[in-house]
């Protein structure tokens, strides 16, 4: 069981929204800025597309946006395209031993 | 540019011991905190080990504590993992990643900038 949750798996059409939920707690998505959202394809390496909640590194597309309210972080995705279909891991530094947190995971499809 | 090369995975036994490296290059690997995290077949990703630029704060995940050592050569530009006492559930590929973090006498990892290819450790009998 992760300790972050979010859901197995969300789709959409090209073209809409889509946006990924991350739950957390005080002690870690709740209480610090520093959520941060990875893409990866199936056998590759995850990438950095969100951090600190809602900054985009260098190179990622516009199109992918983040934002928190209280223990719920939440990644959109606006203009899906078919290259959009991947796994995406939020993550959390929390005041626990534990040190980082990630969520299990959201297989997006993009129908 | 930034280049992380994992290497030393492979079949190991329940029990048996393994060792991991990371080649670092293209950045000042002295300067940054570096991390083990860890994805078993099909799932997601669970962080290791974390440790800081001068070997000072180390930690752990409880489901390794104990059990793994994270350490680093910063002349060599080289990140460890030594593993031991290894279970199947061990089984994953494990990325060497580097993190960007805030220091106010402890460390907070604000986000993993750069990832490795990643190697397999397969735990089996």
């Known amino acids: 069981q992760s300790a972050l949750t979010q859901p197995a798996s969300v789709s959409g059409s090209p073209g809409q929204s889509i946006t990924i939920s991350c739950t957390g707690t005080?002690?870690?998505?709740?209480?610090?800025?520093?959520v941060s959202w990875y893409q990866q394809y199936p056998g590759k390496v995850p990438k950095l597309m969100i951090y600190?909640?809602?900054n985009r590194p260098s190179g990622v597309s516009d199109r992918f946006s983040g934002s928190k309210s209280g223990n719920t972080a939440s990644l959109t995705i606006s203009g899906l395209q078919a290259e959009d279909e991947a796994d995406y891991y939020c993550s959390s530094y929390t005041s626990s031993d534990t040190l980082v947190v990630f969520g299990g995971g959201t297989k997006l499809t993009v129908l | 540019e930034v280049q992380l090369v994992e290497s030393g995975g492979g079949l190991v036994k329940p029990g048996g011991s393994l060792r991991l490296s990371c080649a670092a290059s293209?950045?000042?690997?002295?300067?940054?905190?570096m991390n083990w995290v860890r994805q078993a077949p099909g799932k997601g990703l669970e962080w290791v080990s974390s440790i800081s630029s001068s070997s000072t704060y180390i930690y752990y995940a409880d489901s390794v504590k104990g059990r793994f050592i994270i350490s680093r050569d910063n002349a060599k530009n080289s990140l460890y993992l030594q593993m031991n006492s290894l279970r199947a559930e061990d089984t994953a590929v494990y990325y060497c990643v580097r993190a960007k973090i805030s220091f106010g006498g402890i460390i907070v990892i604000r986000y993993f900038d750069y990832w490795g290819q990643g190697t397999l450790v397969p735990v089996s009998s």
């Open positions: 600190e909640v809602s």
């Open positions: 005080s002690s870690d998505v709740g209480g610090y800025n520093y």
């Open positions: 293209g950045f000042t690997f002295s300067s940054y905190n």
